[in-house]
């Protein structure tokens, strides 16, 4: 008995590792979390994996179609050493210390070889491939999706953790104190809820604005879109969270803490709300993706990132009027899948979580 008692104990795995087993089991968790991890993987990599600067404009090239190839010369920008001018021809011949092109209008023109980004044809000289096409002011779509992923990822999470942070406090303290301070802050979750999230959203980001503007404060877009967003979503975390403690502060380890002395802030955080997780992380995963289509429909209505920063929803309001021509369709489209993809990843990511975390699912 003693050798198979100490081998259960050796062999014993944290609830964290059994829900792990179970999601790396999950189909539908599995495929979420792939989805995830490749935006976030676009996300941390966009500067590197995108073709072209995301703000980078060429006008020459402006809506042009999917896998459209330019024909393009780059000269040193005195201003941005990196970054080069971009001047779209049709054809170049390198005669001497000059560079002599027709450019995309159809007028010839030279450069001085010094003025040219690099020594060689192979360094000033580019067939650009547009994969997904431009826009109206000839950006790489592509490039703008993908960093698109990093403004909707940093966002939602943001927001999310600030939404956590109010979420768990507050129901924490109304689940572990009850009484008059429970139906405090229970009374104000009510009024919250009584708004729908997004309108409430859009309240608190008009709200923003305006005292950054009345008190100078150094608050940007992007800042104003994340806070509102977090201080708006945060009622349905408080719910649970309360529900939870509700629950766990009559177990016999709790007794136990007060028994020993301890404080209600350490009995809350330390030894309550680390059961309390499960139920948790699942909706903290609903709300990102909640968050990525609510920043969408702000910056869509001009009220979150502003242009020309790529969110991809000021790239699918740039696009919807192009939807029914049959080579910018993809301006509206593709963004539009993105976000779909997006919502659809931390939603399955969700439904794995929640059956990963059941407790009936751990015992198997």
Sequence with gaps: MKK???KVMQTGESVGQLAWKKLRRHRAGSIGMIIVGL?????????????FNPVSQVLEYSLKPAMFRGNALHVKNP?????????PIKEFHQQGDSVFYVDFSGRADAQPLIAMHGTSAQEFHSRPLYILGTDAFGRDLLSRVLHGARISLVVGVLSQALALLIGIVLGATAGYFRGKTDGIIMWVCNVVWAFPTILLAILF??????AN?????SLDAFWQTFIAIGISSWVDIARVVRGQFFSL????????????????TRTIFRHILPNALGPIIVLSTAGIASAVIIEASFSFVGLGIQKPQPSWGILIFDGYG???????????VFPSIAIALAVYGFNLLGDGLND??????LRR
């Design 39 to 51: 935006l976030t993987l676009i996300a941390i990599t966009a500067d590197i994996i995108s073709p």
């Design 4 to 6: 198979t008692s100490a």
């Design 249 to 264: 502060r009559e177990m016999e380890y709790v007794e136990a803490t007060r028994a020993l002395g301890y404080g209600a």
């Design 79 to 87: 201003s941005n050493p990196e970054l080069p001018i971009v001047i």
């Design 213 to 217: 503007d009345a008190f100078g404060f």
């Design 322 to 332: 192009y939807i029914s021509n049959p080579d910018n369709w993809g301006l509206a």
């Design 205 to 210: 980001s008009i709200a923003l604005k305006t």
């Design 356 to 361: 990963a975390f059941d407790p009936k699912s």
